[in-house]
């Protein structure tokens, strides 16, 4: 199994509403984000130059987040999930697993020691 992974980054504001009042995520905030898409393939299925995929072809996931959550509140935009970092690696995967076949994995930091990764069970690399 080979395994490419590349950084993205925005800044987006959020409410985890479902919290008890005297949290302080239960109110406004905004972080500077990191998404990290992680992209597998089998020897065989590599492309003809030896890539799993083109670093070049996620250019349209980063103009997609710099057109959908850079900047934005993502209550508003992440059809009424709580936009914590768990639901949004969620979302991200489940949004771009149908045009980007080879997505195994989808990390989200909101802080620089924070940090939520989806890997559905079906797309674990074999190994310990």
Known sequence: MLIITKEFHFSASHVLDTLPS???CARMHGHNYI???????LREDLT???????YRDLDM?????????DHRHLNEVMDGLSPSAEN??????DLWKPRLPEL???SV???????A???PSADRPPGP
């Open 109 to 115: 930091s909101e802080t620089p020691k924070t940090w």
């Open 48 to 54: 003809e130059a030896g890539f799993v995929r083109d």
């Open 88 to 93: 949004l690696a969620l979302w991200l995967h």
């Open 35 to 41: 998404v990290v898409l992680e992209l597998s393939a």
């Open 61 to 69: 996931f980063k103009k997609w987040l710099d057109d959908t959550l």
């Open 117 to 119: 990764t989806y890997r």
């Open 104 to 106: 195994t994995a989808v």
């Open 22 to 24: 005297w949290h302080s």
